[in-house]
């Protein structure tokens, strides 16, 4: 069972996830500030319940690594995540599942009666082009983790520029440099994507984020401009494809 979502604007997702750090902040007194506490979001202010799990073992589905169990309000993510070192790809995870809580749970539960069963959304890993209910809610964990605001702030530290934006013109390196996070004066260049990246989630205190999730923001945000044909990033992200599930 497929699940069909309507056409969301970026800048709908955007106020949604915005929306949402606000209402946080009201509950918690404080003014929020990176790493976003995505894990606390889902248990204290959404009241949801956040599980690990081994989807292969427990449930037999492969390829899964995260899941929205919309009646029983559970977000369940899978183990192997735990054991990853990139903590970025999990915190990642948990926003997604927190992205199609917020904007797609009414046509879960829509579809879940339609088809006489409990909505869930499973999210595997897949070779097929991005479904849109995935692609949204990449878009929705990015604006969660990385608020443009904060983002814009740790950028003009980082670079000492408010605003414009850092065209990459070139590929490879075209001459060599130390290459050290705190040495700004290196080569803007797809092959240093890394080091942008790595920059700006240091000067904004990004701890709980990947350097591709930031590259990614960053071009969404239109600070980093790639003229080249080649993507910026560790290759291409694995797809995700989900399905609205008993
Ligand atoms: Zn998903």
Redesign the pocket.
């Known amino acids: 069972m497929s699940l069909n979502i309507p056409w969301l604007a970026k800048d709908t997702i955007n106020q949604v996830a915005t929306e949402l750090l606000i209402g946080y902040e009201d509950l918690t007194g404080q003014t929020l500030s990176p790493p976003i506490p995505v894990e606390d979001i889902i248990e204290r202010y959404l009241d949801l319940d956040l599980h690990y799990v081994d989807f292969s073992q427990k449930y037999g589905l492969d390829n899964v690594f995260?899941a929205l169990y919309v009646k029983n309000r559970i977000i369940a993510i899978s183990e192997s995540l735990l054991n990853d070192r990139n903590e970025g790809r999990l915190i990642f995870t948990c926003a997604?599942e927190v992205g199609?809580w917020c904007l797609h749970r009414r046509h879960v539960e829509v579809a879940g009666r339609t088809a006489g069963k409990e909505g869930a959304?499973l999210?595997r890993t897949g070779r097929t082009g991005k479904l849109p209910v995935?692609w949204q809610?990449d878009y929705f964990a990015g604006c969660l983790l990385m608020p443009e605001e904060m983002v814009r702030g740790a950028w003009s530290r980082a670079f000492y520029i408010e605003s414009g934006t850092m065209m990459i013109c070139n590929v490879k390196k075209t001459f060599k440099t130390l290459d050290l996070p705190d040495f700004k004066s290196f080569d803007t260049c797809v092959e240093n994507w890394h080091l942008i990246a790595d920059i700006v989630r240091t000067a904004g205190n990004f701890s709980n984020v990947s350097k591709q999730s930031m590259i990614i923001r960053l071009q969404e945000l239109g600070l980093v401009k790639n003229l080249t044909s080649n993507s910026m990033g560790w290759g291409r992200f694995k797809q995700?494809t989900?399905e609205a599930h008993n």
């Open positions: 995260g997604h199609h959304v999210c995935e809610a995700a989900s």
